[in-house]
């Protein structure tokens, strides 16, 4: 059985820092793409970041960068991201998920998690 199971959100200050975990079974973790995504109330899912199935390779939507870091390692899981000066717009329910191809719109994701809420106060 597949699962995903993302932990660490809660509640942090404007210019804090959190790291989300993302445990995974049920699968080859190591032939698997792993993202994070995001979704604030009243708008749609976007993309946060990702990591490529060996490590070697990371992507990050424009608005994180320099500031998020997503990470693997092949040899243990989960997958992390870790979050530096978040704002307060950034509070969202952050998804894990999982696909052997490198799908950043999120669209034919093949394992998602349930989400962990982040709330950041001004």
């Known amino acids: 059985q597949v699962q995903l199971v993302e932990s660490g959100g809660g509640l942090v200050q404007a210019g804090g820092s959190l790291r989300l975990s993302c445990a995974a079974s049920?699968?080859?973790?190591?032939?698997?793409?792993m993202y994070w995504f995001r979704q604030a109330p009243g708008k749609e899912r976007e993309f946060v970041a990702a990591i490529k199935y060996s490590g070697t390779s990371t992507d990050y939507s424009d608005s994180v960068k320099g500031r998020f870091t997503i990470s693997k390692d092949n040899a243990k899981n989960p997958v992390y991201l870790q979050m530096n000066s978040l704002k307060p717009e950034e509070m969202a329910v952050y998804y894990c998920?999982?696909?052997?191809?490198?799908?950043?719109?999120?669209?034919?994701?093949?394992?998602w998690g349930k989400g962990t809420l982040v709330t950041v106060s001004s």
């Open positions: 998920a999982a696909s052997r191809y490198y799908l950043p719109h999120g669209a034919g994701m093949e394992y």
């Open positions: 049920g699968f080859t973790f190591s032939s698997y793409w």
